[in-house]
C-alpha cells in the first residue's frame, strides 16, 4: 500500500521558472514530512522539512505548502536553476524524523537553460 | 564532519550468494537505518537499528538481516540473493529525533 502519492512523476521548467511537486498522505499520524534531493550516482540529500503545526515553510528558493485538512503538501522550487535538474522525493513519517521515512515515487525535474 | 560513508560503491553478484554491505554513520549519529531503491523508485525502508538493536523493520524477508556495532557504524547482510534484489542500497543515519542524512549507497546487480 502507497502511503505517500507523489505527482508528477517527470517536470520540465524552463530557467528562472517555478516548479511545483505535490504530494498526498493517507496516515493521518504522519508528523514530518521532508523532501530529498538526489542526483544521478548520489544519494538522497535533505533539502527541507516541515511539520504539521505550520502551513509554509521557506528556505532560500525552496518553498513547502502544507494543507493539514487535504492530507497534501506540496515544494515550489523558485527562480528555478539547470543546477537544480535532478529528482526530487517526497517523504513523511511519525513520532520523530529518526523513525522510518515512506517515500513517495519521485519527481524528475528538468530545468532547461 | 565526515558524512555518512558506505562500501563497496558497486558490487555484483550471482543468484544464491551472500553479501554483506557496510556503513558509517555521520560523526555524533546514532542510529542507522537501511532503504533499498530500485531503479526509478523511491527508496523502501529495511530495517533501523539503534544501540545495537534492531529497531523496527519494513517489509522485506528475513534473508535481509543487519548489525550495529558500538561505534555505530552498521552491515547489511542478505542471504540467498535473488534477481529482484538489485537495486541501490541506500545508509541513513540520524541523532535522536534529528533527520536522517544518506550515503551515496551500494549499487548492487544480481546476475
Known amino acids: 500500500q502507497q502511503q505517500v502519492k507523489q505527482s508528477p512523476q517527470s517536470l520540465i521548467v524552463q530557467k528562472g521558472g517555478i516548479s511545483i511537486i505535490n504530494c498526498a498522505y493517507e496516515n493521518t499520524a504522519f508528523d514530518y514530512f521532508p523532501w530529498y534531493q538526489q542526483f544521478p550516482g548520489k544519494g538522497p540529500a535533505l533539502l527541507i522539512a516541515?511539520?504539521?503545526?505550520?502551513s509554509e515553510k521557506k528556505e532560500g528558493r525552496f518553498t513547502i505548502s502544507f494543507n493539514k485538512s487535504a492530507k497534501q503538501f506540496s515544494l515550489h522550487i523558485m527562480d528555478s536553476q539547470p543546477g537544480d535538474s535532478a529528482t526530487y522525493f517526497c517523504?513523511?513519517?511519525?513520532?520523530?524524523?529518526?523513525?522510518?521515512?515512506?517515500f513517495g515515487k519521485g519527481t524528475t525535474l528538468s530545468v532547461s537553460s | 564532519e565526515t558524512g555518512v560513508t558506505q562500501s563497496p560503491t558497486h558490487l555484483i553478484k550471482t543468484r544464491g550468494q551472500q553479501v554483506t554491505l557496510r556503513c558509517s554513520s555521520q560523526?555524533?549519529?546514532?542510529?542507522v537505518s537501511w532503504y533499498q531503491q530500485a531503479l526509478g523508485q523511491g527508496p523502501q525502508f529495511i530495517f533501523q537499528y539503534y544501540r545495537e538493536e534492531e529497531n523496527g523493520r519494513g517489509n522485506f524477508p528475513p534473508r535481509f538481516s543487519g548489525l550495529q556495532f558500538p561505534n555505530y557504524s552498521s552491515e547489511l547482510n542478505v542471504n540467498a540473493l535473488e534477481l529482484d534484489d538489485s537495486a541501490l542500497y541506500l545508509c541513513a543515519s540520524s541523532l535522536g529525533e534529528g533527520p536522517q542524512h544518506f550515503g551515496d549507497g551500494t549499487r548492487l546487480s544480481i546476475l
Open positions: 560523526s555524533g549519529h546514532n542510529t
Open positions: 517523504a513523511a513519517t511519525y513520532n520523530q524524523a529518526g523513525t522510518a521515512l515512506i
Open positions: 516541515i511539520r504539521p503545526d505550520v
